[in-house]
């Protein structure tokens, strides 16, 4: 038996204690699969693994198990994502199965956002089972060997079960209970929302390390470059559950013409630094949204180069 | 209670277009409630179908008539004798109605003037919201009395997504985050821990997943 859960290379970096550096990839919305590999190769090298979204804000794109196969084919760790949205609990136990069957160990379980948001808002939605439920399930089939209804799984998936954490979204006081939830119900990692409020971060996981959490589970803390202040301000007011400060969007503005865009860098670098030596937080996970073109730069100023081999 | 709306006028008109002899039948149930399908509505929808017909140069002839419930053969049988006067009936009790009278008269042709849209109440006068998705096994004790299936967007049993916002849904700010309220009432009341707990995944057997649903209680079955 292996000292490990799913002997990914993310779970790797983390259990040696490496400060892991994950990123994130959107399947293209069609078949496009050079325009993948593209995106995929500026992050080949830099990170530990690479999540990869599963219809991302309700918008259809090639599937998050397809083009984590094509992450695979071309060197690159994919973390599998799933949402409860649009899969009932038969889909999602034989997707866990199908994934794994071709080489993927990280999954990361999310509700996953309403379909009124997306492309195709007339869509009837699953909702079989919550984020907490299938983090519940991955286990399950992992630890337990058996499918949700108690039957035998024959060669039951090993995956290392990743789940996000919001601690930005309100009830505020809830959050670090709900995140407790998800590491009782067996979550192995967490990634968290991107942070633009270090103060309520900070307050966050001071809680999270007063209940013991980050000994039981790894806290990757979610990270977003700033491209512009279009961006910025399109975050604090249109994306439910995101908290930007004003001050941040002043000191963007402040940049200067053409300048933005290094600033959010700069607050992103600054940011790492900071979840480098904060308690708690094992990794960042950089989420740079379709700028995986910058993701070497901000590796290398950020002092993630070179990634651990494990 | 069942709420249901009016369909849009253009499209009752559309359905009774080919029809000269007309009945509004109405419901003295939930529709009477919710002032959608009562016999004053049934009366107000049958002079908007004379005088729409009036204003085509057609002349048609529109009753109306309000049973005590669509939902009952009983009170259907009570226009045995007059529906076959009729070439159409346009029933405005909610969804059940226009399927009862369907059933009890197959050669009727028979459609629906309102939409059917939830199970849930009058919260304000004027405005109804939803409270029940009818799973077939209630929960509400669980959650300070509330129902997170019927109320949250994604049905969540575990607390809220991260899309919840200064007590809204993140579908919506016209929706209220039900877990948010849920989490504040536990909180309030003392008993959050119990939100502390995993719920494990729900069996929706006994929802309409587990196919249409019937109901037999052999003591009252004659």
Sequence with gaps: ????????????????????????????????????????????????????????????????????????????????????????????????????????????????????????????????????????????????????????????????????????????????????????????????????????????????????????????????????????????????????????????????????????????????????????????????????????????????????KV | MIVAEQKPIKEILEMVKDYNKILVLGCKGCVTVCNVGGSKEAAILASTLKIAARKNGKKIEVEEHTLERQCDPEYIDEIKDMIDDYDAVVSIACGVGPQFLSERYPSARVFPGVDTKFMGGAVEHGIWSERCAGCGTCVVHHFGGLCPIARCSKSLLNGPCGGSSNGKCEISKDVDCIWDIIVRRMTELGRLEELLEFVPPKSWITARDGGPRRLIREELVL
């Design chain 1, 1 to 308: 038996m292996s000292e490990y859960k799913s002997g990914s290379n993310l779970e790797k970096v983390l259990k040696a204690g490496h400060f892991a550096f994950t990123g994130e990839c959107g399947p293209p919305q069609g078949a496009n699969v050079e325009h993948l590999k593209e995106k995929a190769a500026h992050l080949k090298g830099c990170v530990d693994a690479v999540n990869v979204t599963d219809n991302q804000t309700a918008v259809v794109r090639m599937s998050s198990w397809a083009a984590s196969l094509v992450l695979l084919q071309e060197g690159l760790e994919p973390n599998f994502q799933m949402v409860c949205r649009d899969r009932n609990r038969l889909a999602i136990q034989s997707d866990i199965l199908g994934v794994y069957a071709h080489g993927i160990r990280n999954m990361l379980c999310l509700s996953g956002d309403h379909q009124r948001f997306g492309n195709h808002p007339e869509a009837k939605n699953v909702f079989d089972i919550d984020s907490m439920q299938l983090i519940y399930t991955v286990k399950t089939m992992r630890d337990e060997g058996t499918f949700l209804n108690g039957q035998d799984i024959d060669v039951p998936p090993k995956l290392f079960i990743g789940a996000a954490s919001n601690p930005f979204a309100e009830p505020f006081e809830f959050r670090v209970y709900r995140l407790a939830k998800k590491i009782a119900a067996g979550a192995d990692f967490i990634q968290t929302q991107c942070i633009y409020n270090m103060d309520r971060f900070r307050e966050f996981m001071k809680r999270a390390v007063d209940m013991g959490l980050h000994e039981k589970c790894y806290i990757l803390a979610g990270v977003t470059p700033m491209k512009s202040v279009g961006m910025a301000r399109y975050m604090a007011k249109q994306v439910p559950g995101m908290d930007v400060p004003a001050s941040l969007i002043k000191r963007l503005q402040g940049a200067g013409k053409g300048k933005v865009a290094g600033e959010g860098i700069k607050f992103a670098i600054e940011q790492i630094e900071e979840f480098k030596e904060m308690e708690g937080v094992a990794g960042v996970h950089l989420m740079a949204i379709e700028w995986e073109h910058r993701v070497p730069e901000i590796s290398e100023l950020a002092g993630m180069l070179p990634r651990p």
